[in-house]
């Protein structure tokens, strides 16, 4: 009875040591604000790509995306393997149950010559306790809880997966809306080149031009083509991205949708004030679990010094024969008790795992701190292009106009006789040039938007995530 009274006690007081050092996460190396006007700022509610995509075309292509895209499938898989070793570093804490059974039968003789002299039976079963560690100093504890920690990093690594690809398949389908209009803008000026060439021909055979100037026109229409051939390819280049990044053949007639104008992300993102909104960022999430998973580990380690004791034990019954056995004529017995391992010498092992768990959360915690960095310069970079990209574009379709206006004043002038073909050149690539930049912040603006939504999404699909363990 007193045995059982002291058994009772030792596993009461299992697990009661804990040897892993204090979480300490240290306040966030940024600033407490985002630098947004405090008066226009916004709630923290969670982002999510819904709340920035409009186009119809685009929102289906990522809807399919996030079911087929392969980096995502290879992102789930990790998941499911760090909660199968959450389960294994789980099962450490219970005890491990055996059975066994055996029959036997023998004789002896004196020689190879001789029948047997007599003859043995033995028949036995049982039920065994195989070295139930009792967790004195936390070492299966602190496994388990880094192996918890490291599933719920890998489930916020799912999150940022996610949050990415989207971020990727909208960069895609803007840079093939703007390649698209490059093209356009390409094409067009081959034509109004090519008429300008056939002018200047029949000038020059009325004597009102020279050869320079026809070879100046031929060479602006060679120009011209070789762009349109270069943004044709990149529209191709952009339909394959859009093809990999959905992980499955894109919709008939898609590429016909992606258009600049009229934009297909919402022109603004709401953004709150308090940088403590870049916390709930998953990949934010996830290095801070990582760093939970690194100061558990070093709490596992530590318990490595001190000794392993465990409880084995076993029951059943032996007979003469398997008829006794079975008729219940066996002899039971049973056996039960602690065994103690403690380590004395290793060759430095325990020391060296230890000073490996140790650099590993100063890692973790680096690197944590890097992420918050990262993330506040991500933001404030994307709310410095917000709080400019509007006076850009107003300057910008202003000189598309001013140009535009200046390159028929030019060929006007040149068909009057009053300039020469190189007016019109010069006028002809500042209205390229004013409309490649205007396309460009149209771009830049669209960008800005995923960098914002990237920088600030903290969007959970429940009926994504893998179910807590």
Avoid at 406 to 429: C, H, M, N, P, W
Wanted: negative net charge; glycine residues 6%; charged residues 20%.
């Amino acid at each position: 009875m007193r045995t059982a009274v002291l058994s009772v006690s030792v596993l009461a007081l299992a697990g009661c040591v804990n040897l892993a050092p204090d979480y300490k996460r240290g306040a966030p190396s940024m600033p407490a604000q985002l630098p947004v006007d405090p008066a226009a700022s916004s709630g923290s509610a969670a982002l999510h790509w819904e709340d920035i995509v409009v186009a119809a075309p685009l929102r289906e292509l990522i809807a399919v995306a996030l079911i087929e895209n392969r980096d995502l499938q290879v992102v789930a898989a990790n998941v499911r393997v760090a909660r199968a070793k959450l389960g294994l570093a789980r099962s450490g804490l219970f005890p491990r149950f055996g059975a066994d059974a055996s029959v036997e039968e023998g004789g002896t003789f004196e020689s190879s010559a001789s029948p047997p002299q007599s003859f043995s039976d033995n028949a036995s079963a049982g039920l065994s306790v195989t070295a139930w560690e009792l967790d004195f100093f936390g070492r299966i504890a602190n496994n388990q809880a880094a192996a918890r920690e490291s599933y719920f990093a890998s489930e916020e690594g799912q999150r940022a997966a996610r949050i990415a690809l989207v971020a990727s398949i909208c960069e895609a389908w803007l840079q093939l809306a703007a390649d698209k209009e490059l093209l356009a803008l390409a094409e067009e000026t081959v034509r109004s080149q090519s008429e300008s060439f056939d002018l200047t021909r029949e000038l020059l055979d009325a004597g009102a031009a020279n050869e320079l100037d026809v070879r100046r026109a031929s060479a602006s229409v060679q120009t011209a083509r070789a762009q349109a051939a270069q943004f044709e390819a990149r529209v191709r280049q952009d339909l394959n991205l859009l093809r990999f990044l959905a992980g499955a053949d894109l919709p008939e007639g898609i590429a016909g949708s992606a258009v600049l104008s009229p934009t297909p992300l919402v022109s603004k993102i709401p953004v709150g004030a308090s940088s403590e909104i870049l916390l709930a960022r998953p990949d934010l999430m996830a290095a801070e679990r990582q760093l939970r998973a690194a100061n558990a580990s070093i709490g596992a380690a530590r318990a490595a010094y001190f000794p392993s004791i465990s409880l084995i034990g076993s029951a059943g019954y032996v007979s003469a024969d398997l008829s006794g056995l079975v008729g219940g004529d066996g002899t039971g017995g049973w056996r039960f008790g602690p065994s103690l391992s403690l380590p004395i010498f290793d060759g430095g092992a325990r020391r060296s795992n230890l000073a490996s768990t140790l650099a590993a959360r100063d890692a973790a915690l680096a690197s944590y701190e890097r992420s918050i960095q990262s993330a506040f310069r991500e933001t404030a970079d994307a709310l410095a292009v917000a709080a400019t990209i509007d006076a850009r574009l107003s300057a910008l379709q202003q000189l598309a106009e001013d140009t535009d206006i200046t390159l028929s004043l030019s060929e006007e002038r040149f068909k009057a006789g009053i300039d020469d073909y190189l007016a019109v050149l010069d006028a002809q690539r500042e209205y390229y040039s004013g409309r490649q930049q205007l396309i460009a912040a149209q771009l830049d603006r669209g960008r800005n938007t995923v960098a914002l939504f990237r920088a600030l999404g903290n969007w959970s699909d429940t009926s994504q995530a893998p179910e807590a363990p």
